[in-house]
């Protein structure tokens, strides 16, 4: 007989609008992983130096966490958790500084340890100090470190997860957050022919569950249950078109931020650099080639070996100095995303020793997003970016002036020119 929830996972992956398709094969989300964990880093060494103070707004978690909730709709309200509400004083991690130690203990702990046994008594020792509003929310983060030991964790995903199993598990208790992992580590194991490892797939497919998405499969399997639910599938991918038209737009912005990146390489080579796209860019689709077509295959090895290395890689496209290993410029493309993960790599490569040029870090974004990136380079996280003029390019001057830039520019003159300093 046929397995329903295997039928239903297969129909899920193959559907362009769920979380496999729009989210866990998005090739930003595994660029978002080495940003989000040195966000981590951070407000664990901010905690530690006594300096994180004892709000939430503008704090370095903050930042993270608006970082994780800014991407595609799996999390989204990942930041609600951790939101300061003052008159229930909660999550009391701002004010008690007991409790501000433990929250970033854990975090280092999970950071530093390789295996599972580590990752769950470091949630056990938070669990155990009974911080009042901090919950397993804190899944989200510790995702980003260990995606194959703990999945993500939010209302929808524990609605699909009950949904499927008929369990009863409640949102905000680690204990049963822990039994819930077990199950759905168990349920993935079951289906990893058609699933992955990390468990950011099954999370997503749970998500499209509880979120409404797909309704699962009857409990009781019986000829009319199994009827019924046949028909809530059709139902549901009807109504699912609705939806995928916002999907449909976050895609095509996928390919702007691909076009823009092609600006960015043919006018590197026709200013006479060599061009690095991001590895995990390269392979795609442009025009009748890829977008790496005639750029590096591998950076030289002083930036190869250099501390942030993993982070240099995935920035969007370099400009070297022919046959040198010095970067004439750096860009960033921030079409809709969230321009954290972008400003990190850029710090990666500018905290890396003397690999680029004064003046060589660039941020570009539509036009209109001038003010957001101006607020996200105000944040205390990017205190340094004020020594690295980082700077802003406009698709607008980009589109305009790129053409008669290749004709007639040299160097990083002309850039420079259509672009303005952020701080």
Not at 345 to 356: F, I, M, N, Q, T
Not at 373 to 383: D, E
């Amino acid at each position: 007989m046929t397995d329903p929830i295997r039928t239903l996972i297969t129909r899920w992956r193959d559907d362009a609008g769920g979380t496999y398709r729009s989210w866990f094969l998005w090739e930003e989300r595994l660029k978002n992983f080495r940003s989000i964990r040195r966000g981590v880093a951070q407000v664990v060494a901010e905690i530690e130096a006594g300096a994180f103070g004892n709000v939430y707004k503008g704090s370095s978690l903050e930042t993270v966490v608006g970082a994780i909730a800014e991407q595609r709709q799996i999390f989204k309200g990942a930041d609600h958790a951790f939101l300061w509400k003052p008159k229930l004083r909660i999550p009391d991690i701002y004010e008690d500084r007991d409790n501000q130690l433990a929250f970033a203990r854990c975090l280092n702990a999970c950071a530093c340890c390789n295996g599972e046994d580590g990752v769950l008594d470091a949630i056990r020792r938070l669990d155990a100090k009974g911080i009042k509003g901090l919950g397993p929310a804190v899944a989200n983060l510790l995702y980003f470190h260990h995606p194959t030991i703990v999945p993500p964790f939010n209302t929808a995903i524990v609605n699909g997860y009950n949904a499927l199993t008929g369990a009863k598990v409640k949102l905000g208790r680690w204990g049963e957050c822990l039994a819930m992992r077990e199950g759905v580590i168990a349920l993935n194991g079951k289906y990893r022919d058609i699933l992955s490892n990390d468990l950011g797939a099954i999370a997503g497919f749970l998500f499209d569950i509880g979120s409404g998405r797909y309704p699962p499969p009857p409990v009781e399997d019986t000829d009319a249950a199994r009827k019924a639910w046949e028909a809530d599938l059709v139902r549901v991918r009807e109504e699912g078109a609705k939806a995928d038209k916002a999907l449909a737009a976050a895609r095509q912005g996928d390919l702007t931020h691909t076009e823009i990146q092609a600006w960015l390489r043919d006018l590197g080579r026709a200013l006479g650099f060599d061009v690095w796209i991001a590895s995990n860019d390269r392979s795609r689709s442009y025009g009748s080639g890829r977008l790496g077509d005639g750029c590096l295959e591998l950076l030289p090895p002083a930036i190869e070996q250099a501390p942030g290395a993993d982070a240099i890689r995935l920035i969007d496209v370099l400009w070297l100095e022919r046959g040198q290993a010095k970067v004439a410029g750096a860009f960033e493309v921030e079409h809709t995303t969230s321009i954290y993960s972008g400003i990190v790599r850029l710090l990666d490569l500018a905290l890396g020793g003397d690999l680029h040029s004064p003046n060589g870090l660039f941020l570009v974004a539509p036009d209109d997003r001038e003010g957001e990136v101006r607020t996200q380079l105000a944040r205390p996280a990017f205190s340094r970016i004020g020594e690295l003029q980082v700077r802003f390019l406009p698709y607008g001057e980009l589109k305009a002036n790129r053409e008669m830039m290749a004709r007639f520019g040299q160097g990083m003159k002309a850039v420079e020119a259509v672009s303005r300093v952020l701080v």
